[in-house]
């Protein structure tokens, strides 16, 4: 699996902090801007993507303002957006670099920035891949980056926007940020309902595997190891995210209004969830691993079990055949009319009695 190792840039040992350097895959789309400005009574949705409409909004404005950015593999966007909204460059140098742990931090300008992932599974190849959000909240706007993909994964919040649907409308900044945190960490649900399923159909096959079943196709140490590999990134990737909540809720930022705590407080009980899920099926996977080479250990036993008693009823037959194979002349049997069926027949009976004796042992 080479998705870990697709990163086509690197910050070079030595660069000034600071430095904006795109840390990701090739992107062959250029960066969308959206800026969609709602309260509880319209909303608008300013499409067009040209930064000049992408300011600091004043004070006195009635709209929260949130800026959607759709790309951060062009830094010369990102630097430029920096320096509307007079970003730290620190904090666009962790905007733009994928590798980034999740993490949140408060700057001296007033704002805060979270970071963290998202997280897609492929059905065709069981891969679990992770994508770049950065979030950076003001005292009346939201600024959210994302990687390029195939569709905007914020959709659902846009679309609650615009239906006037629930309580984003009603309430400010912070609580789009927690609407959007909660989107992700409710995709890791489904990223987990997508592991358990692998894990319950590996485990049949070996359960099957284990009492004879015909036609199941055996698994292989590839795939329990791939699960687990899985389930390590998966872990990597959340694991920093329940710290970065706490330390939300504890420090009692001011861009954080005391009536979106309980919120934060409920994610933050669902990303431990996540966690404990994740910690489970790790579990699970040394089990698997046991059972599975249990039953290969079984299967071999069993090959050699009936190679053994091949080679017990043969042996005699070996051994009479190798002694009338020897090529004397004062061998008696050797001129007995009868003495080549009186050996057959002496053959199979020796035979015979072994096969009745190990069945009567319970060897076969």
């Not at 209004?257 to 994740?278: A, K, N, S």
Request: glycine letters at 6%.
């Amino acid at each position: 699996m080479s998705r870990r190792r697709y990163k086509t840039g690197q910050k070079q040992a030595g660069a000034s902090p600071g430095t904006i350097t795109y840390v990701g895959r090739e992107v062959a789309h250029a960066t969308r801007i959206s800026r969609i400005e709602y309260n509880a009574a319209e909303y608008h949705i300013d499409g067009s993507g040209r930064l000049s409409n992408c300011r600091i909004p004043a004070a006195s404005t009635p709209f929260v303002t949130w800026i959607d950015v759709d790309g951060i593999h062009q830094p010369q966007v990102i630097e430029a957006l920096g320096q509307q909204f007079r970003l730290h460059p620190l904090l666009l140098e962790d905007v733009v670099n994928t590798e980034q742990k999740p993490k949140s931090e408060a700057y001296d300008d007033g704002v805060l920035f979270v970071t963290l992932k998202m997280l897609h599974c492929h059905n065709r190849i069981s891969e679990i891949d992770a994508e770049h959000i950065s979030f950076v909240l003001g005292p009346n706007y939201l600024i959210s980056f994302q990687e390029e993909r195939t569709s905007d994964i914020f959709t659902p919040v846009l679309d609650r926007i615009k239906a006037s649907a629930g309580k984003t409308r009603r309430n400010g900044p912070d609580y789009l940020l927690y609407a959007l945190m909660d989107l992700i960490v409710d995709r890791y649900f489904e990223v987990l309902d997508f592991i358990g399923n692998q894990l319950d159909k590996l485990e049949d096959r070996i359960v099957q595997v284990q009492v004879g079943g015909n036609g199941v196709q055996q698994p292989t140490l590839t795939e329990l190891y791939s699960l687990k590999r899985e389930l390590t990134y998966t872990r990597r990737m959340v694991w920093p995210l329940r710290d970065m909540i706490g330390a939300l809720i504890r420090d009692e930022h001011p861009l954080i209004q005391p009536g979106t705590l309980p919120y934060l407080r409920d994610l933050y009980d669902h990303v431990t969830q996540v966690i404990e899920t994740i910690d489970s099926y790790r579990e699970l996977i040394p089990g698997l691993m046991d059972v599975y080479l249990s039953t290969m250990s079984n299967r071999m036993n069993s090959v050699m079990k009936t190679l053994t008693i091949f080679s017990a009823i043969f042996m005699p037959l070996t051994f009479i055949a190798g002694i009338y194979g020897m090529n004397f002349d004062n061998m008696p049997e050797l001129k007995t009319p009868n003495g080549y069926f009186i050996t057959l027949g002496v053959m199979a009976a020796t035979a015979a009695g072994l096969i009745i004796y190990f069945r009567r042992r319970g060897w076969m």
